[in-house]
């Protein structure tokens, strides 16, 4: 049996805060991937108020923590929507830092594990999400040029619309199980995914 | 809302390897405990095959990491089980490097945070499981001289049977859900772990 271990690093979107259930998306995408011949460990180095900048300084020793050689290691990032958080009247993350990091992370990455990205989910307020879409767009480019394949998620959620009415009703900024559910179900359809169906006994 | 962030620090136990669930105790505790006066974030910092000497290594820092000052912060300790682990005829920590990594551990954590400690839970092989005992033994121990409330799960878990069941079916060494449920079970039910039913709303 293969024994597969996967890093999800990134902010609170990908530890799950929010989910009543505990398990976000990454717990989901994990639960439907595992099968008789893969065993699939799950860590989830997620952290609330992550940005580039915090990710960049954390990753690579975290994982480095958890890794063990020979066993197959897999990373997925998930960030961005905290470096364009406007706080006293200015994005946390200026976007000539964001460009750097991410670059730098998804690159260094790339070297070393099998990495996937996916893009940051959408604002309840219009001003938020308007920023979010940009910095979606922005890191689908960087991405790109690292050769990271990339899943855009904040416009389907927002056309499905249980992200936003279930943060509406929760703290405005994260949503409970079925938002999660939802971003799970978009991992899980990605062409790029690691695991599927068809490969699974 | 209160806003609490538990770290769960420790071995596979407490990362949930083999949980087809991908929730492991932690998830179901927090799950369970989760109210409407409390939020509750759970960061699993559980590693597959560490030890003492791997906790306190990287403990500290990865709380630091995601420690956000005023929010409430608690921790809770799972390991012990990899220290008496049998590599190459010998124990993989020596007992008395287990005593001096649990103290340091344990005295640095209650100066900081609410503290918690769950024991290790049972082998599946006699040897396996009478080293575990000493171990369960020997920490309980160290937790009481050091002020931090210690929960011994190895006989619970035995006779109870779901356990060592699943982990016979299992990679021998990790149980399925029923097992992690189990011990969940336990957790919510100790006088210690903070979040009762009656302190709910």
Redesign the interface.
Known sequence: MEDI?VYFIGDSYV?G??D????GWP??A??AS?SDAS?I????LG???DTST?VL??WE??VA??R?IPHDGRVVFGFGANDCWILEGKSRVERTDTIRNTEQILSRARSLFPTLMVGPPPGIDESEDARRQEMSALIREIAGRAGVPYLEVIKELRAEGVWQREAALG?RIHPAEGGYSSLAKLVLAWPQWWFHETQRR
Request: overall charge positive; glycine content about 10%; proline content about 3%.
């Open positions: 271990r530890n805060t929010g009543p259930e505990y398990l717990g989901r994990c639960a595992r065993s460990t799950c860590y989830n952290i609330r108020g915090d300084r954390r020793r975290e923590s958890r063990l703290d």
